[in-house]
């Protein structure tokens, strides 16, 4: 597997020597969101504990009120609508497009209503979603509708040459350990409204004064008894300055580890296309991928069946099913809120599987090119499939 410590040593070291000081210059959190938003070509960014995080601070930021409505896709992870009901907004789930498996735009619009507030989409297993019909969509209507980029598995993919993470309102990144940037838990979120950025900051940070426009906060200030700190009710979603300096030795690697995770699924691509009962997610030259993960869709549910038994036993690595569509969920039951059902999403989601990327030895990587084509093949003897 592949070892991202290495790239950051030299950055950890000094944050550990600097006794993890943030207090005067926040060193490595504003060096990592310099150079990210640079990567990602945005003017802001605002560093945080975690991706769910990045998102509960995005949507506080919109100063939602009651009733407001967050349409987000049916298959993604459910933190995605823990942040929307953390936010005491109410999530809508939209159904996803069969080939592309991301949020499918023709449902975003049928979802839409006058309480809508924003829409988040989601780039999944790393590919982005389909942003020029999002915003098209968003532009037919006269009330502002935010777009909510989620990049958490997605860094430096692209639609029509332009980086995912610079087309929404906010865009949210993961550095969560299985990510392609990781310190174990963190993320980052980004914009190129200052206004939202100002709030995502104040937010993220217990609720503090930042705008030296607004309020001049010197360290003399806090030897006043009557020193008003904060603002807003905020929450304590920083980032620390070591985890900061892991990420940020890692990202100036991004162009190699991105280069890894695509020549897996490069590899496991040339497997599948041998194979009519399975398929990964299909994208036009307008896209490119960022791969997270490589993702296998079965057309019937019994054939997942049988991956899930032999792949293992042919050497091959630890997978993940697809997470349980959210409202499916025995929490979301209990709120009791009714849902409209996603059929495409349902359909899928029992037949989806997702392959590790992160193979940066060539022999770990054939190993599992190795079990994935012996497992297909399998599977089609069994179930007496022609080629």
């Not at 392609?180 to 914009?191: A, F, N, P, R, Y």
Request: glycine share 4%; proline share 2%.
């Amino acid at each position: 597997m592949l070892n991202l410590i290495k790239y950051s040593t030299k950055y950890i070291n000094q944050a550990v020597n600097n006794q993890f000081r943030t207090s005067k210059n926040k060193h490595f959190n504003n060096l990592l969101t310099k150079e990210f938003c640079k990567k990602i070509n945005v003017k802001y960014g605002v560093t945080v504990s975690s991706g769910t995080a990045g998102l509960h601070i995005a949507l506080l930021s919109l100063e939602l009120k009651k009733n407001d409505e967050i349409i987000m896709p049916a298959i993604t992870m459910s933190a995605v609508a823990h942040s929307i009901l953390l936010s005491g907004a109410k999530p809508v789930f939209a159904d996803i497009e069969e080939n592309s498996l991301n949020i499918d735009p023709t449902s975003v619009e049928k979802r839409i209503t006058k309480n809508t507030k924003a829409i988040i989409c989601v780039s999944l297993y790393g590919l982005p979603p389909n942003y020029t019909a999002l915003k098209k969509i968003i532009k037919k209507y006269k009330k502002k509708i935010f777009l909510i980029e989620d990049n958490a598995e997605c860094v430096m993919g692209s639609y029509k040459k332009k980086i995912a993470g610079s087309f929404g309102d906010f865009s949210m990144f993961s550095f969560q350990s299985s990510k392609v940037l990781t310190c174990g838990e963190g993320g980052i979120i980004v914009t190129n409204d200052k206004k939202l950025w100002e709030k995502a900051k104040v937010y993220s940070n217990l609720g503090y004064f930042i705008s030296k426009q607004t309020y001049k906060q010197t360290r003399i200030n806090l030897q006043n008894t009557n020193f008003n700190r904060h603002k807003v009710l905020g929450y304590n979603y920083r980032l620390s300055d070591l985890s900061a300096a892991v990420v940020y030795g890692q990202l100036k690697k991004i162009n190699l580890l991105c280069k890894i995770r695509n020549d897996c699924a490069k590899e496991y691509k040339k497997i599948v296309n041998n194979f009519k009962f399975v398929k990964t997610q299909e994208y036009s030259q307008f896209y490119k991928h960022g791969y997270w993960a490589f993702s296998l869709l079965f057309n019937k549910k019994n054939y997942y069946e049988i991956f899930k038994k032999k792949f293992h036993e042919n050497g091959g690595d630890f997978f993940y099913a697809c997470w349980m569509l959210p409202y499916q969920e025995e929490f979301y039951k209990k709120l009791k809120t009714k849902y409209k059902k996603c059929e495409k999403a349902e359909k899928i989601q029992q037949k989806l599987i997702q392959l590790k990327t992160n193979y940066s030895d060539r022999y770990d990587l054939r190993k599992q090119c190795k079990a994935l084509k012996k497992t297909l093949y399998q599977i089609q003897k069994k179930s007496n499939l022609k080629l």
